[in-house]
T-cell receptor
C-alpha cells in the first residue's frame, strides 16, 4: 500500500493559463474524490468517481473545471483559464466504495495563481 | 443541506493533559456517519475516529474518544494524555448514510505545549 499520490505538490501559474493535476489512488480502491481546501477552511467536495464513471459534481465545479478517470485508475483534474480565486490546495482521496467508510487522502497539490 | 460547525478555531493543551474539541452538525437524516480527521503540517488528512449514528455507544480509539449526542447533534472529540504529535488541525466531518462524500467543518487548530 503506497497510499494516495498527488502530483505536483506545488504549482504556480499565471492567471489565464491551464493547469492539470494528477492523482494516483490506492490500487484496489474504486472510488476517487477531489476536494478543494482554502486557507483556514475545511475541504470542500468537488467531484467523485466510481471506477471510470463520474457520479457527482459539486456546484463549485464550474465549467472551467474538468475531471477524468480513464480506465478507473488514476485521475486528472484540469482547470482552464485559471483565476486568482482558484488558488487553493486540491486534495484527492480514494476508498473501497462502501458507505460511511474511511477515505484515504493524498498530500494535495497547492495551486497559486498569480 | 448538511452543515458542520466547529466553534473553536484554536485550542491548546499541556502535554499529558486532556482536551475536548467541539463539533455540531445539522441534518434531517436519521442515519449518517461522523468523523474526526487530523491534518498535520504535512497536509495529509488522517482519520482519527468514526461514529455511526445508529450506534448509541461512543466510539473510542486508544487515547481518542467521542461524545456523540444525537438529539443535540453534537459530536465532540476527547484526546487523553495529549502528546506533542497530536498537534495538528482537526476537522469534524459528516457523511450521509446514502452517500459517501464528506462535509467538513472549518477546523480547530490544536497546539500541544511541552
Amino acid at each position: 500500500d503506497t497510499g494516495v499520490s498527488q502530483n505536483p505538490r506545488h504549482k504556480i501559474t499565471k492567471r489565464g493559463q491551464n493547469v492539470t493535476f494528477r492523482c494516483d489512488p490506492i490500487s484496489e480502491h474504486n472510488r476517487l474524490y477531489w476536494y478543494r481546501q482554502t486557507l483556514g477552511q475545511g475541504p470542500e467536495f468537488l467531484t467523485y468517481f466510481q471506477n471510470e464513471a463520474q457520479l457527482e459534481k459539486s456546484r463549485l465545479l464550474s465549467d472551467r473545471f474538468s475531471a477524468e478517470r480513464p480506465k478507473g485508475s488514476f485521475s486528472t483534474l484540469e482547470i482552464q483559464r485559471t483565476e486568482q480565486g482558484d488558488s487553493a490546495m486540491y486534495l484527492c482521496a480514494s476508498s473501497l466504495g462502501e458507505l460511511g467508510e474511511k477515505l484515504f487522502f493524498g498530500s494535495g497539490t497547492q495551486l497559486s495563481v498569480l | 443541506a448538511q452543515t458542520v460547525t466547529q466553534s473553536q478555531p484554536e485550542m491548546s493543551v499541556q502535554e499529558a493533559e486532556t482536551v475536548t474539541l467541539s463539533c455540531t452538525y445539522d441534518t434531517s437524516e436519521s442515519d449518517y456517519y461522523l468523523f474526526w480527521y487530523k491534518q498535520p503540517p504535512s497536509r495529509q488528512m488522517i482519520l482519527v475516529i468514526r461514529q455511526e449514528a445508529y450506534k448509541q455507544q461512543n466510539a473510542t480509539e486508544n487515547r481518542f474518544s467521542v461524545n456523540f449526542q444525537k438529539a443535540a447533534k453534537s459530536f465532540s472529540l476527547k484526546i487523553s494524555d495529549s502528546q506533542l504529535g497530536d498537534a495538528a488541525m482537526y476537522f469534524c466531518a459528516y457523511s450521509m448514510a446514502s452517500g459517501s462524500r464528506l462535509t467538513f467543518g472549518e477546523g480547530t487548530q490544536l497546539t500541544v505545549n511541552p
